[in-house]
C-alpha cells in the first residue's frame, strides 16, 4: 500500500476562484501537499493522462474541458492515500457524492467535478510522474 495519490483541482475549480478552499478541505481530511503546481493541459498531454478513457463517448469533451484553462496537480501524502481521497471527493457525479465530500459540496456536475483523484497505487505513480519529476516533490528540496 502507497501513501501517495495524485489529485488535480480541474479548471472548473480554478475558475470558481475555489482553489483555497478545496486546498482547506483537503488539508483538514488529513492529507499533506508534498508537491504542487499550476499549469494549462495540452490536448497531448491530457488525452494521454486520460487515456483509458479514449473509448468512452465523453472522451472528447472530457479533453476539451481539461484543456479549458489552467488546473492545480497536487501530490498527496497520507496512510492509505488512494482509497482515502477517492472517499474525499465523492462519487464521480456529485449528485451521487455523499454528504460532506469535496464534489457534493462544490461541483456542478458529472463532467466539471472540481477535483480527480487515482484509482490505484499503480495509477498513482504514472499519474504522479505525469506532472512532477522527483526532484519537485517536498522531500527531495533538500530542506
Ligand atoms: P473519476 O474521476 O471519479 O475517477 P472516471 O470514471 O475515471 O471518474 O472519469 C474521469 C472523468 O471523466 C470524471 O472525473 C469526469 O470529469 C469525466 N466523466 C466521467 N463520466 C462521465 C460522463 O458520463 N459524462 C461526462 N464526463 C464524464
Ligand atoms: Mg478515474
Known sequence: M???????????????????????????????????????????????????????????ELVEFMTSGPCVPIVLEKENAVADFRKTIGATNPANAEEGTIRKMYADGIEQNIVHGSDSDENAKIEIAHFFSRKEILENYGL
Open 2 to 60: 502507497s501513501n501517495r495519490t495524485l489529485a488535480i483541482l480541474k479548471p472548473d475549480c480554478v475558475r470558481k476562484n475555489l482553489i483555497g478552499q478545496v486546498v482547506a478541505k483537503i488539508n483538514e481530511a488529513g492529507f499533506k501537499v508534498v508537491a504542487m503546481k499550476m499549469t494549462h493541459l495540452t490536448n497531448e498531454s491530457a488525452s494521454g493522462f486520460y487515456e483509458v478513457h479514449k473509448e468512452r463517448p465523453f472522451f472528447g
